[in-house]
């Protein structure tokens, strides 16, 4: 199954860029791409363990790319991806191998397909797995199996794949190989006795054992169906069946989407249609990427590749979709399971007038990140804008900043918030996932019969010295503790299983296990809570874009921060400034900001009080009328908010 790579959002440059010299050798070959036996895998791996830099060496050691020392994290093309040192959107590229063992003289043709290791790219690494046969399941041989390993594990299994184990790093003095293949049969249940799950030693870093780990793709797995011999079967011209598990914007080619052929094959000038739109188009051009793109004449069974139709409108590009040759009446395709947003957040134009250009950039990104949810949504404020559903805080900041970074924009984010499950007493469930939509304290009391918030089951590994204080925040995070394990983590590391809620998910873990803990976690089921909501008053005018629904435990603690942020970023008046933070009519917490005042007595001497006190209450009463006629409203800048609600680390 051959993998291409999966581009960016404004994939033009790659279309239009000059041809290196290897890929210039390539393209003048004619290689026959689909002639070739096939292998299709992924590397999955927890953040920092060495997933990029075994990618950099699999690449130099195929001579896709040159092995000339420049290459780091090649496939992590986004400057945000460079910049935070993680991987954050699926990316993949194939390979030429001839295995020195085999007496075959055509070379094998390796997909690799490069996935994010975060939880909140889960749906990312699902759909990109979907497509393999094998995983290099990397750890890190200092560490040992960490939070995120687990997950992808998970995950990896669900979709079937072959697990090859790699343990990396094994060339520092602190590696520990032993330790690591205890914890791959105790928590992964891997049964280590089986020589086709004998790990792999390497050192991406040096390049030590990536021949090892190419030659057990192709002998721990088998060719995929439609191979016979190292030549397609010629059947699979009949009968075409492509997925579409991925799709990008080009703003001079239209939109591309990214298939893998299931059965028979598809050429260019081939009239096909797509299930879910009903739509047909022509395929004007089709290819693979090596690591470029690179055209070729016929994708057939068992390949992935990109197809570029005459498809414009963004909206028709369905991650999920099954497209078929005109005439020809097939069964769809699963397709996937649409992600479900767990984290909501508005965003805005910081200047009104740029929300069109704003819309356009989001829906053209959203092409290249389906996990996202989109609905238009107004406040006074802020004016126009969207509200966006996220798979969690770090996936918001990766779009924001891709915002920024790709269309430009200068944006503000609203507070993240969770969807809420609200039952009235007539009956009714509702999902609220936007504050201002929250019912207030007076139609609680009235008409509600139960609020619910979402939890998550968090899986938490750390060392042995730091097992109290990561129970101690979990604690304070209103966490449950469901098991603890000392003994599956071998003699140094304590596995920790928790259900917490979703709004309170920890997110200083760093700082209490000095970077040694880890932390993952998956959905869960929604539970009672007593929530209210905390909204904001400035001069007795309400602020919708800062309120927010939280645990009443938190309540006062926050209103207490948010008033004084309030305080410190407004700008002064001419009259005091009452900020309040209220629940229902209950004031949790109050800052007055004191006025500009002018010395109207600084040119008086002598005489009696009452002669100073006179111009005082003159001064007094011109403020009144100040705001008697409305020319006394606080206007809350636009540059406040960015101040307030900028979750950007400083």
Same mark, same amino acid.
């Given at each position: 199954?051959?993998?291409?790579?999966?581009?960016?959002?404004?994939?033009?440059?790659?279309?239009?860029?000059?041809?290196? =010299?290897?890929?210039?050798?390539?393209?003048?070959?004619? !290689?026959?791409?689909?002639?070739?036996?096939?292998?299709?895998?992924?590397?999955?791996?927890?953040?920092?363990?060495?997933?990029?830099?075994?990618?950099?060496?699999?690449?130099?050691?195929?001579?896709?790319?040159?092995?000339?020392?420049?290459?780091?994290?090649?496939?992590?093309?986004?400057?945000?991806?460079?910049?935070?040192?993680?991987?954050?959107?699926?990316?993949?590229?194939?390979?030429?191998?001839?295995?020195?063992?085999?007496?075959?003289?055509?070379?094998?043709?390796?997909?690799?397909?490069?996935?994010?290791?975060?939880?909140?790219?889960?749906?990312?690494?699902?759909? =990109?797995?979907?497509?393999?046969?094998?995983?290099?399941?990397?750890?890190?041989?200092?560490?040992?199996?960490?939070? #995120?390993?687990?997950?992808?594990?998970?995950?990896?299994? #669900?979709?079937?794949?072959?697990?090859?184990?790699?343990?990396?790093?094994?060339?520092?003095?602190?590696?520990?190989?032993?330790?690591?293949?205890?914890?791959?049969?105790?928590?992964?249940?891997?049964?280590?006795?089986?020589?086709?799950?004998?790990?792999?030693?390497?050192?991406?870093?040096?390049?030590?054992?990536?021949?090892?780990?190419?030659?057990?793709?192709?002998?721990?797995? #088998?060719?995929?169906?439609?191979?016979?011999?190292?030549?397609?079967?010629?059947?699979?011209?009949?009968?075409?069946?492509?997925?579409?598990?991925?799709?990008?914007?080009?703003?001079?080619?239209?939109?591309?989407?990214?298939? =893998?052929?299931?059965?028979?094959?598809?050429?260019?000038?081939?009239?096909?249609?797509?299930?879910?739109?009903?739509?047909?188009?022509?395929?004007?051009?089709?290819?693979?990427?090596?690591?470029?793109?690179?055209?070729?004449?016929?994708?057939?069974?068992? #390949?992935?590749?990109?197809?570029?139709?005459?498809?414009?409108?963004?909206?028709?590009?369905?991650?999920?979709?099954?497209?078929?040759?005109?005439?020809?009446?097939?069964?769809?395709?699963?397709?996937?399971?649409?992600?479900?947003?767990?984290?909501?957040?508005?965003?805005?134009?910081?200047?009104?007038?740029?929300?069109?250009?704003?819309?356009?950039?989001?829906?053209?990104?959203?092409?290249?990140?389906?996990?996202? !949810?989109?609905?238009?949504?107004?406040?006074?404020?802020?004016?126009?804008?969207?509200?966006?559903?996220?798979?969690?805080?770090?996936?918001?900041?990766?779009?924001?900043?891709?915002?920024?970074?790709?269309?430009?924009?200068?944006?503000?984010?609203?507070?993240?918030?969770?969807?809420?499950?609200?039952?009235?007493?007539?009956?009714?469930?509702?999902?609220?996932?936007?504050?201002?939509?929250?019912?207030?304290?007076?139609?609680?009391?009235?008409?509600?019969?139960?609020?619910?918030?979402? !939890?998550?089951?968090?899986?938490?590994?750390?060392?042995?010295?730091? !097992?109290?204080?990561?129970?101690?925040?979990?604690?304070?995070?209103?966490?449950?503790?469901?098991?603890?394990?000392?003994?599956?983590?071998?003699?140094?590391?304590?596995?920790?299983?928790?259900?917490?809620?979703?709004?309170?998910?920890?997110?200083?873990?760093?700082?209490?296990?000095?970077?040694?803990?880890?932390?993952?976690?998956?959905?869960?089921?929604?539970?009672?809570?007593?929530?209210?909501?905390?909204?904001?008053?400035?001069?007795?005018?309400?602020?919708?874009?800062?309120?927010?629904?939280?645990?009443?435990?938190?309540?006062?603690?926050?209103?207490?921060?948010?008033?004084?942020?309030?305080?410190?970023?407004?700008?002064?008046?001419?009259?005091?400034?009452?900020?309040?933070?209220?629940?229902?009519?209950?004031?949790?917490?109050?800052?007055?900001?004191?006025?500009?005042?002018?010395?109207?007595?600084?040119?008086?001497?002598?005489?009696?009080?009452?002669?100073?006190?006179?111009?005082?209450?003159?001064?007094?009463?011109?403020?009144?009328?100040?705001?008697?006629? =409305?020319?006394?409203?606080?206007?809350?800048?636009?540059?406040?908010?960015?101040?307030?609600?900028?979750?950007?680390?400083?």
């Amino acid at each position: 199954m051959l993998a291409p790579c999966v581009f960016i959002p404004c994939t033009s440059a790659h279309y239009n860029e000059p041809q290196s =010299s290897t890929q210039r050798c390539v393209r003048s070959a004619s !290689t026959a791409y689909d002639t070739l036996e096939t292998r299709s895998f992924s590397i999955i791996a927890h953040i920092d363990h060495g997933k990029s830099t075994l990618a950099d060496r699999l690449l130099e050691h195929t001579q896709t790319i040159p092995s000339d020392g420049s290459n780091k994290q090649v496939l992590d093309k986004l400057k945000v991806e460079r910049e935070r040192g993680i991987t954050v959107k699926s990316q993949a590229v194939s390979m030429l191998y001839k295995d020195p063992n085999r007496t075959d003289t055509k070379p094998i043709l390796l997909n690799l397909i490069d996935t994010p290791g975060h939880v909140d790219f889960a749906y990312e690494v699902r759909r =990109s797995l979907s497509v393999c046969q094998s995983a290099l399941l990397v750890v890190d041989a200092t560490q040992g199996i960490q939070a #995120q390993s687990i997950s992808v594990f998970k995950i990896a299994q #669900q979709c079937g794949v072959k697990i090859i184990p790699v343990l990396n790093k094994v060339d520092l003095p602190a590696s520990n190989p032993a330790r690591c293949v205890a914890q791959l049969s105790d928590i992964l249940g891997i049964d280590m006795a089986d020589p086709a799950n004998a790990p792999l030693l390497v050192s991406a870093k040096t390049g030590e054992g990536v021949d090892k780990v190419l030659h057990a793709l192709i002998s721990r797995t #088998q060719p995929l169906l439609g191979v016979e011999g190292g030549a397609i079967e010629q059947r699979g011209l009949h009968g075409l069946r492509a997925l579409v598990f991925d799709s990008w914007y080009d703003k001079y080619r239209g939109v591309i989407a990214l298939t =893998s052929i299931v059965d028979g094959a598809v050429r260019k000038g081939d009239h096909i249609a797509s299930m879910h739109t009903g739509k047909k188009y022509e395929v004007l051009d089709l290819g693979v990427h090596h690591p470029g793109p690179i055209s070729t004449p016929v994708l057939r069974k068992g #390949q992935v590749g990109w197809i570029i139709t005459n498809m414009k409108d963004t909206e028709e590009a369905s991650v999920g979709d099954t497209f078929h040759r005109v005439g020809e009446r097939i069964e769809a395709l699963p397709g996937f399971r649409p992600a479900v947003p767990t984290v909501f957040a508005g965003i805005f134009p910081t200047a009104k007038t740029d929300f069109l250009k704003l819309e356009d950039a989001i829906q053209r990104l959203a092409i290249n990140d389906r996990s996202i !949810t989109m609905q238009r949504e107004s406040m006074m404020a802020l004016g126009q804008g969207y509200r966006l559903g996220f798979l969690g805080t770090l996936h918001l900041d990766v779009f924001r900043q891709r915002l920024e970074d790709e269309y430009g924009h200068e944006i503000i984010v609203t507070t993240p918030t969770v969807p809420f499950r609200i039952t009235y007493k007539n009956g009714a469930q509702v999902l609220c996932s936007n504050p201002v939509e929250f019912p207030d304290e007076s139609v609680r009391k009235t008409h509600v019969a139960d609020m619910q918030e979402p !939890t998550v089951l968090g899986s938490l590994v750390c060392p042995e010295e730091y !097992t109290g204080a990561m129970m101690e925040l979990c604690a304070e995070h209103r966490g449950e503790q469901l098991d603890i394990d000392f003994s599956n983590a071998g003699a140094t590391q304590v596995h920790m299983l928790y259900k917490l809620p979703l709004a309170e998910v920890v997110t200083d873990l760093k700082s209490r296990s000095s970077g040694f803990a880890s932390f993952d976690y998956e959905d869960g089921d929604y539970a009672s809570s007593d929530l209210i909501k905390l909204r904001f008053l400035v001069a007795n005018a309400p602020v919708d874009a800062l309120e927010l629904v939280l645990h009443r435990s938190k309540a006062v603690q926050y209103a207490r921060m948010w008033v004084k942020k309030l305080k410190d970023a407004i700008p002064r008046q001419q009259f005091e400034i009452k900020i309040q933070a209220c629940a229902g009519s209950k004031v949790l917490a109050s800052e007055t900001q004191s006025a500009y005042r002018k010395d109207v007595t600084a040119g008086l001497y002598g005489g009696h009080y009452e002669r100073k006190l006179k111009h005082l209450n003159k001064q007094k009463e011109g403020k009144k009328k100040l705001k008697a006629m =409305s020319l006394g409203r606080v206007r809350v800048p636009q540059e406040v908010f960015v101040k307030i609600l900028d979750t950007r680390k400083k």
